[in-house]
């Protein structure tokens, strides 16, 4: 049988341990994006990759200014000289892990592509299920993520020692997000974690457990199953870009997760026990910020730029309706469909803070 083409689905090989120690069996020639910053708190990573006589080490600033065209054509230049059989390392979060997963599908139509995620965010989610894409300017708003790829990491470096120079505000957005997946995927855990949070090598462990189980069934959205893990991304994705990208990804998600409920009780989807329930699980468990921030960020905000970005989602229906994630029940969800009027009934009170 011929080997798989490269990037295409195969399931996860993660591998823990500390970034030493696994680096030394990184193949010779590869070539390694690396964050800025996490290089500079971690000051061994470097000689450590250099040990392995790689043929390029690309330093990005990371953060949502490295998922542009131009970072692309820095990791493109930098990785022109591997061979199909090559190795691309990304060491960073989820945006240079984002555009270092767009550059291995492209070079060379295809290259061997190793995730090393160094914040609990990538760690739980963006590091897992094939996805990259990179950002795009529109009518002077940055878009997020319409120009992607699925191409599947070979292995994944789950390194503790990585996570432990993380702020608290980086810990919480990756919380939030494998929070997400418990609330929208498995009742009876997320019961078990309002009694009792998990720690952080388990909260990897299960949200990368329950989105590998998603993605093992529709590994390339061919048909809607993976749509669930976008719960909370709609609004979310436009709060965060309406901040210019000042509200982190996971806080984002987290504020869009709070409107998205909203939403479901508007329509009767997410019965009121269970919007208050998810609620207040994820203000104490993880620590999702207040709707003020939100509104805070709503108010500033043209409304027909709102109309802008949601119609530049790619979740967007041909007749403007939004294709949204609601829960049903704790551990439930379904997508429906959302008609304008129905967000617009609801911005008011969002603008403000309240809940509608």
């Not at 022109?80 to 390392?89: A, E």
């Not at 994705?237 to 939403?263: C, T």
């Not at 203000?283 to 960020?297: N, S, T």
């Not at 997508?335 to 304008?340: A, I, K």
Request: charge should be positive.
């Amino acid at each position: 049988m011929s080997p798989l083409p490269p990037g295409s689905y195969r399931p996860p090989n993660d591998r823990w341990g500390s970034f030493t120690k696994l680096a030394a069996k990184l193949p010779e020639g590869s070539v390694a994006v690396v964050d800025r910053t996490v290089a500079r708190f971690h000051p061994t990573l470097i000689p450590t990759l250099e040990a392995r006589k790689p043929r390029a080490i690309i330093q990005l600033v990371g953060g949502e200014r490295a998922k542009s065209l131009a970072s692309l054509q820095k990791v493109l230049a930098g990785g022109i000289n591997l061979p199909r059989s090559g190795t691309l390392v990304a060491v960073g979060g989820g945006t240079v892990g984002d555009v270092a997963t767009v550059a291995a599908h492209l070079l060379k139509r295809g290259v061997r592509l190793l995730q090393v995620p160094t914040t609990l965010l990538a760690a739980v989610d963006s590091s897992l299920g094939g996805k990259g894409a990179v950002d795009l300017v529109v009518r002077g708003r940055v878009v997020k993520n319409p120009a992607g790829v699925f191409h599947y990491a070979d292995e994944t470096w789950l390194c503790p020692e990585l996570y432990a120079t993380l702020s608290d505000a980086q810990v919480r957005e990756g919380s939030i997000e494998a929070w997400k997946m418990v609330a929208s995927l498995d009742a009876p855990l997320f019961k078990k974690y309002v009694r009792t949070p998990p720690a952080l090598e388990k909260l990897v462990k299960d949200a990368r457990g329950l989105k590998e189980d998603v993605c093992s069934k529709d590994p390339y959205e061919h048909q809607g199953l993976r749509r669930v893990l976008n719960f909370g991304h709609t609004f979310g994705h436009v709060l965060e870009s309406l901040s210019r990208f000042k509200l982190s990804h996971g806080d984002a998600v987290g504020l869009g997760i709070l409107w998205a409920l909203d939403v479901g009780r508007h329509l009767g989807v997410t019965p009121e026990s269970v919007a208050h329930d998810v609620e207040r699980a994820l203000a104490r468990g993880p620590g999702v910020l207040g709707r003020d921030r939100a509104a805070e960020i709503a108010q500033r905000a043209p409304l027909k730029d709102v109309v802008a970005l949601l119609d530049a989602d790619k979740k967007a229906g041909a007749n403007g309706e939004l294709r949204m994630v609601l829960l049903t029940a704790v551990g439930t969800a379904e997508v429906v469909d959302v008609m304008p009027k129905t967000w617009r009934a609801l911005w008011p009170a969002w603008t403000r803070g309240a809940r509608p």
